[in-house]
């Protein structure tokens, strides 16, 4: 495992949301290096938080701008969300012992996760919205 590199596959083409994107890698990889020091525990509050702020930002950003454009798989996307917003509140759940065992196992999900999304689900929206003149809405 080691830092997540920002790659142009990773792009959506819609800058603002591209931005979000990396804003959130860069906060997976604080988790890692907190993890790989052995000092998740002390991070794993202050992650879950952020999580939590990001996933409702991020994805009603997202969603308002599907809808502007009549994105077809609208509904289906925020099904999708509301999985991640879910497991999120399970991880803040079983947050109580084995804080670090924890953080190890939030980093592998979001990993997954996270770079699965945005590289299946997400650019499926940008290329649709690219096709509309949407690269710059914000
Ligand atoms: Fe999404």
């Known amino acids: 495992m080691a830092v997540i590199g920002w790659k142009s596959i990773y792009e959506t083409g819609i800058v603002a949301l591209d931005?979000?994107?990396?804003?959130?890698i860069q906060e997976i990889n604080r988790l890692y290096e907190a993890?790989?020091?052995?000092q998740g525990e002390a991070i794993l509050v202050?992650?879950?938080?952020m999580l939590?702020?990001?996933?409702?930002d991020h994805f009603q950003h997202e969603e308002k701008l599907m809808e502007e454009?009549?994105?077809?798989?609208?509904?289906?996307?925020?099904k999708i969300h509301q999985e991640l917003?879910?497991?999120?509140?399970?991880?803040?759940?079983k947050n109580t012992s084995g804080a670090e065992?924890?953080?190890?196992?939030?980093?592998?999900?979001?990993?997954?996760?996270?770079?699965?999304h945005i590289l299946?689900?997400?650019?499926?929206y940008g290329a649709f919205l690219e096709s509309r003149g949407g690269r710059f809405i914000v």
């Open 85 to 93: 917003i879910d497991e999120i509140q399970e991880f803040k759940k």
């Open 46 to 49: 202050d992650i879950l938080t």
């Open 19 to 24: 931005n979000e994107h990396r804003s959130l």
């Open 101 to 116: 065992d924890l953080a190890r196992e939030l980093l592998a999900f979001l990993r997954v996760w996270v770079l699965e």
């Open 69 to 78: 454009y009549h994105y077809p798989r609208l509904v289906e996307h925020q």
């Open 120 to 124: 299946k689900i997400d650019k499926e």
């Open 35 to 38: 993890v790989r020091d052995k």
């Open 52 to 56: 939590e702020k990001y996933t409702v």
